[in-house]
């Protein structure tokens, strides 16, 4: 019975995992946070940002599962989730902007970063840029409302929010990991504080594209 179930809705799944992937592609601040994190600091806290980023989207598919509705539709909320993650993205921006020089030591096997950071630190950072992400709780309003049919069993819909959860951290853990590789650690040696500093500036842009309504 499980085996028809899953091939019932195995073309559906399949659109649903297409669609998420393609948006997992798109460049955003998680994106900056987690290029920035891998840099600078070992897998174990890099992956902070991960864990954050995951658990925020994670919180939007369990609305979506819970039947809320789009909160464009609550009055003035969507401005306030909005205005609230853009001054975040530039609160972000030009704290990294305004940091001292930074950079690693590498050597003897091992890697030694000039700035010193923590799990949580970095999972609030990531959480907190996605959640404060208005545009991702569009995305699965509209992936749960427009591609996922309302007949769909609950079930099945809460398998296809798990596999997206897992999905989106498994894909920053690899890009973590590949960031954060001995020879693209070396590569970037010696201009690591401009890359922070250009991690900087995208964030404080992409806060005031997201607080121009663009």
Request: charged share 10%.
């Amino acid at each position: 019975m499980v085996i028809q179930m899953f091939n019932q809705y195995l073309d559906e799944f399949l659109i649903v995992s297409a669609a998420h992937f393609l948006a997992l592609l798109s460049p955003g601040p998680d994106f900056v946070l987690i290029v920035r994190s891998s840099l600078l600091f070992k897998f174990r806290i890099a992956s902070g940002v991960c864990l954050g980023v995951s658990l925020a989207n994670a919180f939007y598919i369990a609305l979506c599962l819970l039947s809320i509705q789009s909160i464009s539709k609550v009055a003035g909320l969507y401005d306030v989730i909005k205005y609230l993650g853009a001054a975040y993205l530039v609160f972000l921006g030009f704290r990294l902007l305004s940091s001292k020089s930074s950079g690693f030591i590498i050597g003897h096997g091992s890697i030694i970063s000039h700035k010193s950071s923590t799990f949580f630190r970095e999972l609030t950072s990531g959480f907190m840029a996605s959640l404060l992400n208005p545009k991702i709780s569009l995305f699965y309003l509209s992936l749960f409302t427009l591609v996922i049919d309302e007949t769909t069993p609950m079930a099945i819909q809460a398998s296809y929010g798990v596999w997206m959860f897992f999905i989106v951290l498994l894909w920053d853990l690899m890009l973590t990991r590949f960031i954060g590789s001995r020879s693209i650690r070396v590569f970037f040696e010696h201009f690591i504080s401009r890359v922070e500093k250009v991690c900087g500036i995208f964030l404080v842009a992409l806060g005031l594209n997201l607080a121009l309504g663009h």
